[in-house]
């Protein structure tokens, strides 16, 4: 019924099961394919998404739209046949969020959107052109 | 690395079920045709390199701001 996280960030974390996502084909370069999506604070801008398989492994991702108003994700028929999800809007979409010692320095990876629908998770690459893999989250870029 | 010499309308065969067809080539583009399983996901290797490093700075992160700075929604 319920499973423990072990995170070198948060301790053991006590989750039901359904709140483990199978991402089938792991994400981009890195390792596993059970993760968990744990809030972060108490707005809920940030989720982190926490392996289940290594205590370290955990990225910060958020959702696009709160910072980016207009983004679109537009997958090749391939990509949406792969994930079974033709349409994004249906899924939960994430970005992952690099991190820095000034806000100024945050970004959001935009081309490789996560999508989130029915347990299963796919990191998938996103054909629209305004897409950048390093999109400053808080410095909007002017015009 | 495996060296292979490929004409146009050739292919190669990784494994049982995976099939790269050279379709074109025109001057210093070579267009190729991938036939692989649904689960395989089909990567430029420009493109899987550059996630691939987001996903690992992504993952370098241990905190975060408390509480987040506001998006660009913020009233003036």
Same mark, same amino acid.
């Given at each position: 019924m319920t499973q423990t996280l072990k995170s070198t960030r948060f301790g053991d974390v006590e989750l039901a099961d359904e709140a483990i996502v199978d991402f089938?084909? #792991? /994400?981009? #370069? /890195?390792?596993?394919?059970r993760y968990a999506l744990l809030p972060h604070?108490?707005?809920? &801008?940030f989720v982190w998404l926490h392996s289940m398989d290594d205590p370290d492994l955990a990225l910060p991702l958020t959702k696009p739209w709160s910072f980016f108003p207009r983004y679109e994700v537009e997958l090749s028929d391939s990509e949406a046949e792969r994930i079974g999800v =033709?349409?994004? =809007?249906e899924a939960e979409v994430f970005v992952t969020v690099r991190a820095a010692?000034? @806000?100024?320095?945050f970004s959001a990876n935009l081309r490789a959107p996560i999508i989130i629908s029915g347990g299963r998770g796919f990191q998938v690459i996103n054909d @629209?052109?305004? @897409?950048? &893999?390093?999109?400053p989250l808080f410095a909007q870029p002017v015009g | 690395m495996l060296m292979m010499t490929r004409r146009a309308g050739q292919k190669i065969v990784l494994g049982d079920d995976i099939t790269i067809e050279v379709v074109e080539v025109a001057g210093n583009t070579v267009r190729l045709g991938v036939t692989a399983p649904r689960s395989v996901p089909v990567y430029r290797e420009e493109i899987w390199t550059a996630v691939r490093a987001e996903n690992e700075a992504a993952a370098a992160a241990t905190q975060l701001p408390e509480p987040p700075a506001p998006g660009p929604q913020r009233a003036a």
């Open positions: 089938p084909s #792991g /994400l981009i #370069g /890195l390792q596993g394919r604070g108490k707005d809920g &801008v =033709s349409d994004p =809007s010692e000034e @806000a100024e320095n @629209a052109d305004d @897409a950048p &893999v390093r999109a | -």
